[in-house]
C-alpha cells in the first residue's frame, strides 16, 4: 500500500528564510504527487502538482517541489519566507493502481518567525 | 466556477445520534471524497464516490456512510455518534486523476 511520511511535525523558520518541507513516499509504480496548505478553520488548497514530465514543478505562492524518482522524496521549498506562509502543509499521493485514490501525509506545520 | 460547499459548516450532537454531512462538488466533477481530519490521527480517508458507486473505501466502521446522486452531490452519514467522532469533515471532488478540491469542511462535536 502506498504511505507518505513528512519529517518533522512542526518546522520555524525566520521570515526571509529558506524554507524546506520533506515529503518521501512508498511506491512501486511512480505516483501523481501533490502539495496543500491549510489556513485554520479551511478546507486544503493545492499550492503544486507533479505528474509527468519536468520534475521541477513550480506553484503559487513561490512554492517549488522537485520529484526525486531515486530516492522517492517530493520536497517543498520556498526560498524566502513570509508571515502569510505560516500554515499546514500537506503531502499527498495519488495511487494510481487504486482508481487514483489520494493519500495524505501526516502534515507539517509552518511557523513563521518575524 | 463555484468551489466545493459543504453543509452545515458548524454541527453539535450527542453521543448516540446520528448525524448527515452534505457536499455539493464543483460543477463537472464526478467524483467526490471525504476525509475526516482531527488533531491526533490527522487527515484520513473515509470512502470516494464516482458516478453514484463507492470505489475507494477508507479503514472506518460500518456507522460511518455515504452515497452519491446522479448530480454528483454527496452526503455521508454516521450513526451511534461517539465523543471519538468530533472532527472536522473534508469534502474534496475532482475531475479524472486531477487534483483534489476542497470544500471549508464541517466541524462536528459531540457532547
Known amino acids: 500500500a502506498q504511505s507518505v511520511t513528512q519529517l518533522g511535525s512542526h518546522v520555524s523558520v525566520s521570515e526571509g528564510a529558506l524554507v524546506l518541507l520533506r515529503c518521501n513516499y512508498s511506491s512501486s509504480v511512480p505516483p501523481y504527487l501533490f502539495w496543500y496548505v491549510q489556513y485554520p478553520n479551511q478546507g486544503l488548497q493545492l499550492l503544486l502538482k507533479?505528474?509527468?514530465?519536468?520534475?521541477l514543478v513550480k506553484g503559487i505562492n513561490g512554492f517549488e517541489a522537485e520529484f526525486k524518482k531515486s530516492e522517492t522524496s517530493f520536497h517543498l521549498t520556498k526560498p524566502s519566507a513570509h508571515m502569510s506562509d505560516a500554515a499546514e502543509y500537506f503531502c499527498?499521493?495519488?495511487?494510481?493502481?487504486?482508481?487514483?485514490?489520494?493519500?495524505f501525509g501526516p502534515g507539517t506545520s509552518l511557523s513563521v518567525i518575524p | 466556477k463555484a468551489g466545493v460547499t459543504q453543509t452545515p459548516r458548524y454541527l453539535i450532537k450527542t453521543r448516540g445520534q446520528q448525524v448527515t454531512l452534505s457536499c455539493s462538488p464543483i460543477?463537472?466533477?464526478?467524483?467526490v471524497s471525504w476525509y475526516q481530519q482531527t488533531p491526533g490521527q490527522g487527515l484520513q480517508f473515509l470512502f470516494e464516490y464516482f458516478s453514484e458507486t463507492q470505489r475507494n473505501k477508507g479503514n472506518f466502521p460500518g456507522r460511518f456512510s455515504g452515497r452519491q446522486f446522479s448530480n454528483s452531490r454527496s452526503e455521508m452519514n454516521v450513526s451511534t455518534l461517539e465523543l471519538g467522532d468530533s472532527a472536522l469533515y473534508l469534502c474534496?471532488?475532482?475531475?479524472?486523476?486531477?487534483?483534489?478540491?476542497f470544500g471549508d469542511g464541517t466541524r462536528l462535536s459531540i457532547l
Open positions: 460543477s463537472g466533477h464526478r467524483s
Open positions: 474534496a471532488s475532482r475531475q479524472g486523476n486531477g487534483p483534489q478540491h
Open positions: 499527498a499521493v495519488s495511487d494510481l493502481t487504486s482508481y487514483d485514490k489520494v493519500i
Open positions: 507533479y505528474t509527468t514530465g519536468a520534475t
